[in-house]
């Protein structure tokens, strides 16, 4: 079964850290990109960045040089690293496949940034 977990969220403190992690089950990492959004109450989904099949990732220029995509082939784990977290990085956050036409999303993660 094809299906994304996303873990990892919590409250933090400006300044902060937090590394979420999107847990895929049903898809091959190394043969599939994934990509990570974020979205507020009444916002629209906004995204964030992504790491391909290759293992190259690429970040929107909101988050660039804070938040970093990696995986884990072995615990098939895709994971956002992000750093000197603010208080507009206040979302829930959402990993998501692409493939054939068809898109899966997590439930996704709750982060605060708050003090």
């Known amino acids: 079964q094809r299906r994304l977990v996303e873990s990892g969220g919590g409250l933090v403190q400006p300044g902060g850290s937090l590394r979420l992690a999107c847990t895929v089950s049903?898809?091959?990492?190394?043969?599939?990109?994934v990509t990570w959004h974020r979205q507020a109450p009444g916002k629209e989904r906004e995204w964030l960045g992504g790491?391909?099949?290759?293992?190259?990732?690429d970040y929107a220029a909101s988050v660039k040089g804070r938040f970093t995509i990696s995986r884990d082939l072995a615990e098939n784990k895709v994971y956002l690293q992000m750093n000197s977290l603010k208080p507009e990085d206040t979302d829930t956050y959402y990993c998501?496949?692409?493939?054939?036409?068809?898109?899966?999303w997590g439930q996704g993660t709750q982060v605060i940034v708050s003090s």
């Open positions: 049903g898809f091959t990492l190394s043969a599939q990109g």
């Open positions: 998501k496949v692409r493939k054939v036409g068809r898109v899966w």
């Open positions: 790491i391909t099949a290759a293992g190259s990732s």
